[in-house]
């Protein structure tokens, strides 16, 4: 029983070869055709403004350097603000509930944003790891504190959206089965469990949606230090 809650983190394969790329690659069929047009319906005014004011939330804080990163860090929220949100639907997959497919999303581009950081400005970059007036015998240990905590930032990142996406599933799924069993039984109870199903759906909704923002507004907050 334990085991078939966790069958659905379990990558799907079809003749041997895994379908998670085919699953990376469905969300691109959502985004608007070009055409002649700049606006071909209302589906493409609300999808450009949710871009619009995405951009406008990352790349405010960020001077012209870092608007170079505008296109990269775009595409990758929606890429996981669709994988999320298809995600929650009945017999889907959701790739981002594995750990490696976060973590080498988290890790290139935290390493990147620290190597521009290092090649800009080094002193800068390296005068993070000493905070300013500490004291002479508490350097070494600032030193090692603060490299660990710079280190642990891309694991930070992609534990952090597989844990919430994985609890999240696993609620839904421990309540749906709770509703069903309780249905021929106690069906008021049922009843009540299924409302319960209902709000955790609309919440892991929120969940999905903020996740993938806060996934990329730390990602920027990184390139901030760095540029």
């Known amino acids: 029983m334990n085991l078939s809650f966790f069958d659905q983190f379990s990558s799907p394969y079809l003749l041997g070869m895994p379908l998670i790329l085919p699953s990376l690659l469905l969300p691109t069929l959502l985004l608007p055709s070009p055409g002649r047009r700049w606006v071909n319906n209302r589906l493409s005014t609300i999808q450009l403004w949710f871009i619009h004011l995405i951009t406008k939330q990352l790349m405010t804080p960020l001077n012209k350097a870092g608007h170079k990163w505008a296109l990269l860090l775009i595409s990758l929220i929606l890429m996981l603000l669709s994988i999320n949100l298809l995600g929650l639907l009945p017999y889907t997959f959701t790739p981002t509930t594995q750990l490696s ?75 749906s089965t709770a509703t069903i069993t309780l249905l021929p039984m ?17 919440l892991e909704v929120a969940v999905a949606m903020i996740q993938a923002y806060v996934f990329v507004l730390l990602l920027s907050l990184y390139l901030q230090e760095n540029i």
């Open 101 to 175: 497919m976060n973590m080498a999303l988290a890790f290139p581009l935290w390493l990147a944003t620290l190597l521009i950081g290092l090649r800009n400005q080094p002193s800068a970059s390296l005068g993070h790891l000493l905070p300013e007036g500490t004291p002479t015998p508490l350097i070494p240990a600032l030193i090692m504190i603060e490299t660990t905590s710079l280190l642990i930032r891309p694991l930070a990142l992609g534990v952090r959206l597989t844990a919430n996406l994985t609890a999240g599933h696993l609620l839904i799924q421990l309540i």
């Open 186 to 202: 106690m069906p008021s109870i049922s009843l009540l469990t299924a409302i319960i199903l209902f709000l955790l759906t609309i």
